[in-house]
């Protein structure tokens, strides 16, 4: 049976622990990021972006060389794809990083060079949802915002015991009512800010910490001895798995011929070996023949595999297929009109490409192949 849905105005202990025995906790526990040091708007906005999907752990050095690169909102805007999409490789999900791009140059443009202070115009922005206009303007701006993502939905269910899926349209909606009658409109950016830790630090999916928890006291989970029992998700779906084939294919000078991919696809703007999906039962040789074929109007022959990697995305995985190919008729010229390059194996660190691309390539530098393959 559902749960009961959340309380919609929270009891007096609950504003106290939360506003007050909360925000203490973290202030004595706070781990030292470089993004907490800083009222910088433009700062701020880049480590929320970032965070989206990447531990703390991991975006720490991305974002300080990011913005090492781009140290202002201008220098973003002023800079091109090309490069912030190399500056972000490693970190995925690049729509995240098409989308910085794009929303600097409409900062500059519309808003004077200033991310904007209020939640109808930061919303206008590309890539910025409810939750990242909530923490950029809490933390930034000093908006009284609750925001709500993983982490905080997590200690709201917990807390209050809510037992329907946490990613329910309907269910994030009570939980988004309950964050903003709970955070404190005096401090609101040290409030999001202490809810995010706790739920990244002590109220963790697996083991929790509940003893060291500053909220055990009003904790409805932990009164009913199964902390771990919430938040109730859906069991999700077997992850899809493709096999992948791309052609290696060198010129007479020795260059290798990349791609670059749509904008507005999976990955889009960044640098690839021309290749596709495995139809059923196809032979790997015939689809990187057939992609070949089909992608820039080519006939190759296809040699050896180089090399084989398997890599997750977020909802599928796939094993890239990597096979020396040699040019027998046609010039290579993109079906979709997308830009093609032939560029030396030493100098593909100056693209952009996808991670399981970017290990073929390190697999090209460990095994370099010799000219007489070329043809």
């Not at 909360?22 to 701020?44: C, E, K, N, Q, S």
């Not at 493709?242 to 703007?269: K, S, T, Y």
């Not at 297929?321 to 010229?333: D, K």
């Amino acid at each position: 049976m559902p749960s009961a849905p959340p309380p919609a105005r929270p009891t007096a202990d609950d504003l106290r622990f939360f506003r007050q025995a909360l925000p203490a906790w973290f202030d004595a526990v706070a781990r030292d990021l470089p993004w907490r040091r800083t009222d910088d708007p433009y700062r701020i906005w880049i480590s929320e972006i970032m965070l989206q999907q990447t531990r703390v752990d991991q975006a720490v050095p991305y974002y300080e060389r990011f913005l090492a690169a781009f140290p202002t909102v201008h220098a973003l805007a002023d800079a091109e794809l090309d490069d912030v999409l190399r500056r972000w490789e490693g970190l995925g999900y690049y729509a995240r990083a098409r989308h910085l791009h794009r929303a600097a140059r409409t900062i500059v443009e519309r808003f004077g060079g200033r991310v904007p202070d209020t939640y109808d115009a930061i919303r206008t922005l590309p890539g910025i949802g409810p939750y990242t206009a909530a923490a950029v303007l809490s933390l930034a701006y000093g908006r009284s915002h609750a925001v709500l993502d993983g982490n905080v939905a997590r200690v709201l269910a917990r807390v209050f015991t809510v037992a329907d899926d946490v990613k329910a349209t309907a269910t994030r909606r009570r939980l988004q009512a309950l964050a903003d009658a709970l955070i404190d409109p005096e401090r609101p950016g040290r409030f999001n800010e202490a809810m995010m830790e706790l739920g990244a630090t002590v109220c963790t999916p697996t083991a929790s910490r509940c003893p060291a928890c500053p909220l055990r006291p009003v904790c409805g989970a932990l009164a009913e001895g199964r902390p771990e029992a919430y938040p109730v998700t859906k069991k999700k779906a077997p992850v899809p798995h493709h096999d992948i084939a791309v052609g290696v294919l060198f010129n007479e000078a020795g260059e290798v011929l990349i791609q670059r991919r749509p904008e507005d696809a999976m990955l889009g703007g960044l640098w690839e070996f021309p290749g596709g999906k495995r139809e059923p039962d196809e032979p790997l040789r015939e689809t990187c023949r057939r992609e070949l074929h089909e992608e820039l109007g080519i006939e190759v022959s296809v040699g050896e595999r180089l090399c084989r990697i398997d890599h997750a995305y977020s909802h599928f995985k796939i094993t890239l297929h990597a096979f020396r190919c040699a040019l027998r008729a046609g010039t290579p010229t993109s079906r979709t009109g997308q830009p093609l390059r032939w560029v030396a194996v030493e100098a593909l660190g100056d693209y952009a490409f996808p991670r399981a691309n970017r290990r073929l390539i390190e697999h090209l530098h460990s095994h370099p192949l010799q000219p007489s393959l070329f043809g």
